[in-house]
């Protein structure tokens, strides 16, 4: 039964009526009630064609009349959704009508209903609908950006409706069998693939003097702009420099300035931000915007025209970054400077007079948006003037002091602390560029008597909301975090009168007095902020003592206590990724910078056993920190006392400071990638430093101030150091040292000569490639450098060929003792196991025994002289009617029968009458001794 039937069936049918059956057996047939045509949507077949003919016709009396009611039936035929198939005939529809309006405004209407459709949902027949239609649906939405040049104020706006439909889509009222519905992004994919963004882009021109048309094209664009595709178009129209320029223009809706701020956010995000900075890096633009920020700055009251104004901030501030922008020349920079200062700084300017801050969250935001823009301003050295006639520094300084009590301010105490670490922060940017101001305001004194203050056990709650704050809740570190980084940024400007100060202000004894207490205060929660607390004081006291051989005095022993307590961290530690390792980074440059050069430092630093935690350090085999100790380690070994040290350290496995060095050498030429055999021996006596860098370099000439790539091989790895520090320890006596270690150490005595036969076969190799003939004697001169260099490899090669068949016959000496000692184990072994089957076949078998007794005492009579001298006495050596084979004493105890059964251990001999006593002492007679009856022997009967 087909659809239609099946309805009819149903509307034939009376509501409430039941299907009788003639028979019971007769299977009932139950009609298929489906929704009615104003339930469900039927397309009724339409020829477009001929309707875009009749519109296409000109010439006619009624032919107006004609079209009108032939794109009447188009609309009512696509009420529900337009097919994707007939899209491009619809659009063409459109813009047949869309081209009378000129001459006939009658085709408004049907215009604007025909976009209206358009704000339905696309419809598919075929999932395969949306790709092989895709050409034509991005073209026909595409042409709805061509149309706002209509001059039709209705038609423009319902345009604009219809786009913004593309984002709020909604399902069609009615389903429309056979067809689905498109993806809800379809429509925007379209808009995207067809640049119906840049299209509207270009049409605000037309709309300068319209308000409400160019608020609406605003509002399109709005949603446009959230896809970075379109953002894309848009920059291409310069949109951010149009939009931009009419900020200004008369809006009594305030919707101008807010959308076009959105759109502005939107561009900045989603497109390059370099283009959008240039667009708007002009003086119209930046005029608009500082006008607009000066109106919600001084007039806006709103919660909304306060978010407004800190919007406008941001994007200045992103715009100020581009040096070619002018803000000076608008005037905005001053504008800025005055509405972040005038708050701490007086001032009698009329634009702030009456202004204050209040403790809203947007005025807090503002607050912190202009010290922002501070630190940009900086940067432009043509501001710095602006900076000091503005009074930064002072105004920054107000809030480097410990809070007051009782004051009134308009700040929470959390924004004020939020605040006073952003302005420390500002301080860091933006002091070292107005040392003169820094000084006038006598900016050391405030930062020392705050560092006083957060070192002190004075009550303070710090709330550390802030990213400024992290770390820092409940306690003064944060404070002092971003204090020690101001002075940190003041001394490594190297300014002598401002370091000058800070020594006559005590700093260095402050400073290492903060650091004690630091490691005292120490727990895990604040692990991280007082690692760099710590390492900041190292940096600070380094710049300040360097070069200065008082302030290293100064610096004295209890600064080189707290380097070795550093240097005493747990190695695990220095892969925590707390900061131990910037932290370590300081302190070696701090022994640097504070001990080298200062001879009562430098001897405590090795009584107190610096050498050998450098050494531990060093040790560990971080390539790192080697480089550094190992500069380190050079210039300590010009102190006499430190060759004792080194020689005497042992780290694992007993391995001293010579074998590490040889050790790190080894290691350092297998990354650099020299030739060497599997001995270590040289393969290439021309070339035995070359590393795989230097083999693929060519010899280039270069002028006489650049350094060659052999010179500068010297300061890229750590070679050069290690053969430094072996020569001051004497390389004829370096203890523990393998065969392999002598093997090396025959390349690193010879470092120095290597190297310079590298430089003199590149000079060689200059001159060649410049075609330069040099005289008859330096060409000698050069060809017997180079011979000689290769004689001294050739000779260092000879000597470890020795050196290394020397160890192999003292391993082949070692290996044969070591098989002797295994033979004779063996051959031990054998004759233990023969004993023992001796023994076991005397002590099992009475003839065996017997046998062994008389070759015994055979071998006793052989052993005798054959003649007895005269008037000699004979004593017998062994005990008569004893039947062992061994050796008998003066006491033999058998312990394998009872006493009780063989009257006693020596029942048969004389030695039966004595006795040991249980004290000790010699053998002493028994007066009476029991005996044991035999039994009798039982005669067989």
């Not at 063409?92 to 085709?107: D, M, Q, R, S, Y």
Request: proline residues 4%; neutral net charge; glycine residues 6%.
């Amino acid at each position: 039964m087909s659809t239609a039937e099946a309805a009819a069936t149903a509307q034939a049918r009376e509501p409430g009526s039941r299907i009788k059956f003639s028979s019971p057996r007769q299977i009932p047939v139950v009609g298929v009630v489906t929704e009615d045509e104003e339930a469900q949507g039927v397309f009724k077949p339409m020829d477009l064609n001929r309707v875009i003919k009749l519109l296409e016709e000109t010439g006619k009396d009624d032919l107006e009349e004609k079209q009108l009611k032939s794109v009447k039936k188009v609309v009512q035929c696509y009420q529900n959704g337009l097919p994707l198939r007939d899209l491009a005939q619809i659009f063409k529809i459109l813009n047949l009508c869309a081209g009378k309006i000129f001459k006939k405004p009658h085709f408004i209407e049907p215009a604007c209903n025909i976009l209206k459709l358009c704000g339905l949902p696309f419809l598919k027949k075929k999932v395969s609908d949306e790709i092989t239609y895709a050409e034509d649906t991005a073209n026909s939405v595409a042409l709805l950006g061509d149309l706002m040049i209509i001059p039709s104020s209705e038609l423009r706006i319902q345009i604009c409706k219809c786009i913004i439909d593309f984002y709020h889509a909604e399902p069609p009222k009615k389903h429309i069998t056979g067809y689905q519905q498109a993806s809800s992004s379809y429509k925007i994919k379209m808009a995207e693939v067809g640049g119906l963004a840049k299209t509207m882009v270009q049409s605000l021109v037309v709309f300068e003097n319209q308000l409400v048309e160019k608020l609406w094209v605003l509002k399109t664009l709005q949603h446009l702009s959230a896809s970075e595709v379109n953002c894309t178009l848009m920059v291409k129209a310069q949109a951010a420099s149009g939009i931009c320029a009419h900020l200004n223009d008369p809006d009594p809706s305030g919707q101008l300035l807010f959308r076009s701020s959105e759109i502005l956010w939107n561009l900045l995000e989603k497109s390059s931000k370099e283009e959008i900075i240039q667009q708007l890096s002009n003086l119209e633009c930046l005029l608009a915007l500082k006008k607009v920020f000066k109106n919600l700055f001084t007039r806006g009251l709103s919660h909304y025209d306060r978010q407004l104004r800190n919007d406008i901030l941001v994007i200045t501030t992103i715009i100020s970054q581009n040096p070619g922008a002018p803000m000076i020349e608008c005037g905005f920079t001053r504008d800025l400077i005055l509405f972040a200062t005038f708050n701490e700084v007086k001032s009698q300017n009329p634009l702030v007079k009456g202004l204050k801050f209040s403790n809203s969250y947007e005025d807090f935001e503002l607050k912190k948006l202009l010290f922002n823009i501070i630190v940009t301003f900086c940067k432009d050295l043509s501001t710095i003037q602006l900076l000091i006639d503005g009074k930064v520094i002072l105004a920054l300084f107000t809030y480097v002091k410990k809070p007051e009590k009782h004051k009134i301010v308009e700040w929470s105490a959390a924004q004020y602390e939020e605040l006073q670490l952003h302005a420390i922060a500002t301080l860091s940017s933006v002091a070292p560029f107005l040392i003169d101001e820094y000084m006038l305001y006598q900016g050391n004194a405030h930062i020392l008597a705050f560092l006083e203050w957060c070192d002190s056990e004075d009550s303070f709650f710090s709330h550390g909301n802030s990213f400024h704050g992290t770390g820092g809740r409940g306690n003064k570190f944060a404070q002092m975090r971003y204090s020690l980084r101001l002075l940190r940024a003041m001394v490594y400007l190297e300014h002598e009168t401002i370091n000058k100060d800070l020594c006559e202000k005590r700093a260095i004894q402050q400073l290492i007095g903060i650091f004690k207490n630091t490691i005292s205060k120490y727990n895990d929660k604040e692990e991280a902020i007082l690692l760099e607390i710590q390492s900041d004081i190292l940096l600070i006291l380094s710049g300040l003592c360097e070069h200065h051989i008082p302030r290293k005095e100064i610096f004295g022993t209890e600064g080189v206590d707290i380097i070795l307590h550093v240097m005493k961290t747990d190695p695990k530690k220095l892969q925590s990724g707390l900061g131990c390792n910037v932290l370590l980074f300081s302190t070696l440059d701090s022994i640097w910078c504070c001990i080298f050069g200062c001879y009562p430092s430098e001897d405590y630093f090795l009584e107190k056993e610096g050498i050998f935690l450098l050494l531990d350090l060093m040790a560990l085999n971080q390539k790192k920190f080697c480089n550094l100790i190992l500069g380190i380690m050079v210039e300590f070994c010009d102190n006499p006392k430190t060759v004792a040290h080194v020689n005497a350290w042992r780290g694992k496995k007993d391995q001293t400071a010579a074998s590490l060095l040889i050790k790190l050498w080894r290691k350092e030429e297998k990354e650099l990638g020299v030739k060497r055999d599997k001995h270590g021996k040289i393969v290439d006596t021309k070339k035995p430093l070359f590393t795989s860098f230097q083999e693929e370099q060519k010899i280039t000439p270069l002028p006489a101030n650049c350094p060659t790539i052999a010179v500068m091989d010297v300061a890229e790895n750590i070679r050069a150091k290690i053969y430094a520090v072996l020569g001051k320890l004497d390389f004829e006596n370096l203890p523990g040292l393998s065969a392999e270690d002598f093997v090396t150490l025959c390349i690193i005595h010879r470092y120095l000569d290597f190297k310079i036969g590298e430089i003199w076969n590149e000079i060689y190799e200059e001159i060649k490639l410049e075609k330069l003939r040099p005289v008859t004697t330096d060409k000698k001169n050069l060809e017997s450098i180079i011979t000689a260099s290769e004689n001294i490899g050739k000779m260092v090669a000879s000597l470890q060929s020795k050196m290394i068949e020397s160890q192999a016959c003292q391993d082949v000496q070692n290996e044969q003792k070591v098989y002797t000692k295994v033979q004779a184990t063996h051959k031990q072994r054998e004759l233990a196991n023969k004993s023992w089957e001796n023994f076991l076949a005397r002590t099992s078998n009475v003839k065996t025994l017997k046998k062994a007794k008389r070759l015994q005492e055979k071998g006793i009579e052989s052993s005798r002289y054959s003649e007895r001298p005269p008037n000699a006495i004979f004593h017998r050596t062994d005990i008569k009617g004893l039947n062992t084979t061994v050796p008998s004493g003066g006491v033999v105890t058998v312990e394998s029968t009872p006493a009780r059964l063989v009257g006693g251990p020596l029942a048969d001999t004389d030695i039966a009458l004595k006795k040991l006593p249980i004290r000790g002492g010699g053998l002493q007679r028994v007066k009476t001794v029991k005996t044991v009856n035999e039994p009798e022997k039982s005669v067989p009967t």
